[in-house]
């Protein structure tokens, strides 16, 4: 099946500071996915994003189809976004989401 | 419009007991997909059901069944209960097939 790798593994930011997650996928996709996982485990959606460019708010997500990889940005972090980011993807066949091992980010005030 | 809804929130069962996780998807969506969530890992595929058949399933035993009934809500059964299931369920819905998929809050399952 299609591997699904996340970078970096943790990120401590100082709030108000920029960042960027990285999703490495090795197969093409015909669905990706960005999520927020919060304290009480809910997934919430952040980008659906199977190629180009998307933005919201202090966010944006970048797919690069071809190049089998997608940058989630964060800009003027707030504590609030603190929790695991999850990439996720649709692939060939495959009706599931393949989830990647996620980027446990915390922002400090 | 109301999102996915699972009940219930949390749960204590015992091993070789058996439990049933219920999912509501999200007005409009037809396919029903399950996961489980380990402490500290990614969701894992368990299946995902449409049109109230079981249209794929993961790398998970027998002991671990489905429904989706013809109003698209769906339940997840696990029969002999281990220590290992203890975990986050996870329901997501979606309309067909390679559209994004919405998430549940979940329900916690603890197995002693």
């Known amino acids: 099946g299609i591997q699904v790798e996340q970078s970096p593994p943790d990120l401590i930011l100082q709030e108000g500071a920029n960042s960027t997650l990285r999703c490495n996928f090795s197969d093409s996709v015909n669905n990706l996915q960005w999520f927020h996982q919060n304290p009480w485990g809910q997934l919430i959606n952040l980008f659906y994003i199977p190629s180009g460019t998307k933005q919201n708010g202090r966010l944006s997500a970048t797919t690069v189809a071809t190049e089998r990889y997608s940058l989630l940005y964060i800009s003027s972090s707030q504590t609030t976004d603190s929790g695991v980011y999850f990439c996720?993807?649709?692939?060939?066949?495959?009706?599931?989401?393949?989830f990647g091992a996620g980027t446990t980010v915390t922002v400090r005030a | 419009d109301a999102g996915v809804t699972q009940s219930p929130t949390h749960l204590i069962k015992t091993r070789g007991q058996q439990v049933t996780l219920r999912c509501s998807p999200k007005?409009?969506?037809?396919?029903v997909s399950w996961y489980q969530q380990a402490l500290g890992q990614g969701p894992q595929f368990i299946f995902q059901y449409y049109e109230e058949e079981e249209r794929q399933r993961g790398n998970f035993p027998d002991r671990f069944s489905g429904h989706q009934f013809p109003n698209y809500s769906s339940e997840l059964n696990v029969n002999a209960l281990l220590l290992g299931d203890s975990a986050l369920y996870l329901c997501?819905?979606?309309?067909?097939?390679?559209?994004?998929?919405?998430f549940g809050p979940g329900t916690r399952l603890t197995v002693l």
């Open positions: 997501a819905s979606s309309l067909w097939v390679y559209n994004e998929q919405f």
């Open positions: 996720a993807v649709e692939s060939g066949n495959d009706y599931k989401l393949s």
């Open positions: 007005s409009g969506h037809d396919t």
